[in-house]
């Protein structure tokens, strides 16, 4: 019976191949959106993932703010430079500790102006963040401690500023700040985020504390782990150092985050897994108005087949046989349309990983799941119109012009 | 079941609507109509001559009285026993032919076949056969928009006889040919009934086409006002 069905919803299905195609398109669009959003979360996830793990292990961030969620975390008081320095004098086993502040600037030189980031922080900086100087000198000693205006520029800043001429010597102006460049940075292309790591300028912390932000809050401490010594010992060392600092008591939660990079790579993947999740639900919608087309088509073609339904009953087809034939009509459709949006979706992603540079992840499941969908679509919105077609009296419908 | 009539009405009525807009198409109609016979329907339009073969094809249930068909009160059926029926025991051929179209002419002849659950086996050369019995050999792949009236409704006889159905109910199968074409039909029909003994009851309002029938059954008001055989040849 079921094969009766799929030859006659076939035959049918061919009689009119344009509207079939055209019934199918919301399905393609809808399954084809869902495993490229899919397809590019997972590489991109994958990426993040892989680029941050080889960034190092003995890498610790510490900032302040409770941890909440995926990229969350809750206000807090900031740290000083003191933290910073109190870690670096009580924790065993440290290779460097860096203080980091940034905030966004217009950098000018000149007629020329660039917005940029400028970060503030110790000659320390370099080592953790593994930057070499290219042209010129990295800040000394007393630069951070005196708090001279000089900074040192990235490949992208220098390029933005200063045209063919070179930049050690010059004077930019950040803010109300007029600072020499005495170095360039190595350049290092674009990170893992797809962020510029050459577009920043780099000055001593106490310059950027008294001279740009106003304050003497840090909002990062930087921490590189001894190689072979466990990052585990130093964060649960580090966690207890800045509770006391803090003063907080035995029944308060740590009101700071000490994060090595696996935990930052989670971090971010949770991220990215929350927005592929979200976008896969917009896909879902458009999935559904693929399913609402389908039924609305088919809604459409029983109205124009009673005709030909009522000639189908008068022959003696069953009730059920005609609610089966249209119901397999929808289903074919929408798993056809389901097909064709993952092939289509699959060398659209095979593409477009391509040109993102991100790694293409076949997801079996996905492809799976959307397929069932998109059969599952047929059957819901294929019912009512095949129920519609398998009522008809064959006596009105055989006289319907 | 006590005779051997084929096809037994008794005091059938039918009544579409209730209250003030009810109409009474059938006002009390006996029929008798054994295996073989060729009968023609006659009447005035809206005298209930559809009204009366959509009861006889199975597709209606009288108001008030009985159908017997081969013995069956039909009135009793459920809707899918009545679909059982037609599908195994009688053909229908319209007055607009009613084939798929975009579908071929064998496709077409098939239909009945496929809802009989004929393998492709046998279910192609028995449409092939039919075909060539109403002279269509060689358009088997034409479409209906690609044959001519007659063509047509030669298909449509096609499909309703290649079942070999007991019954063959033809409503108006010529009101929409020439006459030309209309002789080619009823003589079709003819020998279907005398080769094959299909019985076959047609409704027609031309007396030259009643002329190919054994029997002519008139209807008037609802009521059969006269029911006479031909003497032919
Ligand atoms: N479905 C229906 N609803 C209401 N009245 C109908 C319906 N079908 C037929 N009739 C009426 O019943 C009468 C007989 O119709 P019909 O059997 O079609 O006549 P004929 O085929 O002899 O021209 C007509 O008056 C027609 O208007
Ligand atoms: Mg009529």
Known sequence: MLGNALLLALRELRRNVMRSFLTMLGIIIGVGAVIILVTLGNGATQQVTEQIASLGSNLLMVTPGKRMGPGQSSAAPSFKLADAEAIARETSSLKTVAPVSSRGVTAIYANENWSTSVTGSTEEYFTVGNRHIKKGRMFTAS???????????????????????????????????????????????????????????????????????????????????????????????????????????????????????????????????????LLGAVAAVSLLVGGIGIMNIMLVSVTERTREIGTRLAIGALEREVLLQFLVEAVVLSSFGGIIGIVFALVASVGLTGIMKVPFVFNMPIVLIAFLFSAAVGVIFGYFPARKAARLDPIEALRYE | MMNTSLIELRGVTKTYGTGTAAMQALRGVDLCIAQGEFVAVMGASGSGKSTCMNILGCLDTPTTGIYHFQGVEVGTLTRNQRALLRRHYLGFVFQGFNLLNRTSALENVELPLIYRHFSPATRHPQARRALAQVGLTGWEH???????????????????????????????????????????????????????????????????MAAFAKRVVHFRDGLIEKDHHNHVG
């Open chain 1, 143 to 277: 630069d951070a401690r005196l708090g001279t205006a000089v900074c040192v520029i990235g490949e992208t800043v220098r390029a933005k500023l200063f045209d063919r001429q070179g930049p050690i010597g010059q004077h930019i102006r950040l803010n109300k700040l007029s600072c020499e460049v005495i170095g360039l940075l190595e350049s290092k292309g674009q990170s893992t985020m797809g962020t510029d790591q050459d577009d920043l300028i780099i000055v001593p912390l106490r310059t950027f504390q008294r001279r740009i932000a106003g304050n003497e809050d840090v909002s990062m401490i930087q921490v590189s782990v001894k190689d072979g010594y466990s990052t585990e010992r130093v964060k649960q060392e580090i966690g207890r150092l800045l509770r006391t600092r803090r003063h907080l008591s035995a029944n308060e939660d740590d009101n700071f985050n000490v994060m090595d990079m696996k935990e930052i790579a989670n971090m971010l993947s949770g991220t990215t897994r929350m927005m592929t999740g």
């Open chain 2, 142 to 208: 034409h479409t209906p928009g690609e044959l001519s009236g007659g063509q047509q409704q030669r298909v449509a006889i096609a499909r309703a006889i290649v079942t070999q159905p007991i019954v063959l109910l033809a409503d108006e199968p010529t009101g929409n040919l020439d006459s030309a074409r209309s002789i080619e039909v009823m003589e079709l029909l003819t020998s279907f009934n005398r080769d094959q003994g299909i019985t076959i009851v047609m409704v027609t309002h031309e007396p030259d």
